[in-house]
């Protein structure tokens, strides 16, 4: 019977394998004849029984774990949704019934390959390499895996399509286009609050404080979150909001319908009103780049616009890294308006106010 390996010393003293095949050479690593011999026939037996040497590893895997060798993609699927709750665990049951899975529900974790998942990556979306990535880390941190199917360098990389901001003439045309009046103040409310549509379709009136003037909310992308820091965000209005916030009910949910639809209703409304515009390539979610790129340009504080929007915020990040334009000052320009703001506080701070001298007339003779 012909071996796959052969055996040999060089002169080193260390013993190598040779691949009577391929002609592939590796080193053995050690200088002992008995230990050497031991390794190339482990070699040659694994190389001659390799489906012996899977039950004999089954064996021992179902000693320490019964469900180890048996456990599927999707009971790992199933175990993860069990853990989310509310709209998070929504969102999870339509990612894993998408049909890129399937090729992989009944396979076990014991057996997969990444050839198993290649195929889900190709003929998946861009959300399928999301989902697959957080299936795939959930197994591995359970100790379900005992190694990554792909390693983390080797996965391929997330490609998003690219997200802009709905224009200032966009908006206009969808607000005087919707005869609703609850979907049109909602869209009115979207532009100068830049709120997710769930955390805006959801304010209500006790949300709103008149006298501070502030809209303050819980995101509920947050509500479950574990860290006990984030602060809602609290925003203040003028009167473009004041006069929107008039038009609608002063008891309960701002907008009592649209509170009520589901974001993928309201999202599928919206798109419906943008078809017929002739606008594409926004969403309901643009209203926040476009609030983002607003405060970018007129100078809004960075921190301002994390506050409102969230600092984990991609719209912020995006506004503020490249996609906004702003126009840079000359130097010599912002320096002569800084001096010229210096010398006015100067002289304010210098010279008593009017109203000083009414209230206090030994003020102004310096008594």
């Avoid at 050479?25 to 037996?45: F, V």
């Avoid at 906004?324 to 000359?330: D, G, I, K, L, Q």
Wanted: aromatic residues 8%; positive net charge.
């Amino acid at each position: 019977m012909t071996h796959k390996y052969r055996m040999f010393r060089r002169h080193s003293g260390v013993y190598f394998i040779q691949d009577n095949e391929t002609g592939k050479q590796e080193s053995l690593r050690t200088k002992n004849k008995g230990e050497a011999e031991r390794l190339l026939q482990a070699k040659n037996e694994a190389h001659r029984q390799p489906a012996i040497n899977v039950q004999i590893a089954r064996a021992y895997l179902m000693a320490a774990d019964p469900k180890l060798v048996t456990r599927t993609w999707q009971e790992v699927m199933d175990a993860i949704v069990l853990l989310k709750r509310g709209t998070n665990r929504e969102r999870w049951e339509r990612a894993i019934a998408d049909r890129s899975f399937d090729s992989i529900r009944r396979v076990s974790l014991m057996e997969t390959r990444s050839d198993h998942f290649l195929k889900v990556l190709e003929e998946g979306k861009v959300s399928s390499n999301l989902y697959l990535r957080r299936i795939h880390n959930h197994a591995l941190a359970m100790d379900w895996l005992l190694k990554p199917v792909i390693p983390k360098r080797s996965w391929p990389k997330v490609h998003h399509k690219a997200k802009r901001a709905i224009t200032a003439e966009e908006h206009r045309r969808v607000v005087e286009r919707e005869k609703n009046p609850e979907r049109q103040g909602f869209y009115r409310l979207c532009w100068y609050l830049g709120g997710s549509q769930m955390d805006v379709a959801t304010l209500t009136t006790e949300d709103v404080d008149w006298t501070d003037r502030t809209i303050c909310y819980e995101r509920w992308k947050l509500k479950n979150h574990e860290s006990t820091a984030l602060k809602p965000p609290l925003v203040h209005f003028g009167d473009e909001v004041a006069a929107i916030l008039a038009l609608l009910p002063t008891i309960g949910p701002l907008f009592p319908n649209l509170c009520q639809v589901q974001s993928k209703d309201r999202a599928n409304e919206f798109r419906q009103r943008c078809h017929g515009l002739g606008i594409v390539g926004i969403s309901l979610h643009s209203y926040r780049y476009a609030w983002a790129e607003r405060a970018r340009q007129c100078g809004f504080p960075q921190r301002f616009a994390q506050e409102a929007l969230g600092h984990n915020s991609k719209a912020v990040h995006a506004a503020y890294a490249k996609k906004a334009e702003v126009r840079v000052p000359s130097l010599e320009e912002w320096e002569r308006q800084m001096k010229g703001k210096i010398i006015e506080f100067q002289a304010a701070a210098q010279t008593p106010s009017d109203s000083v001298v009414q209230q206090n007339p030994l003020a102004a003779q310096g008594l």
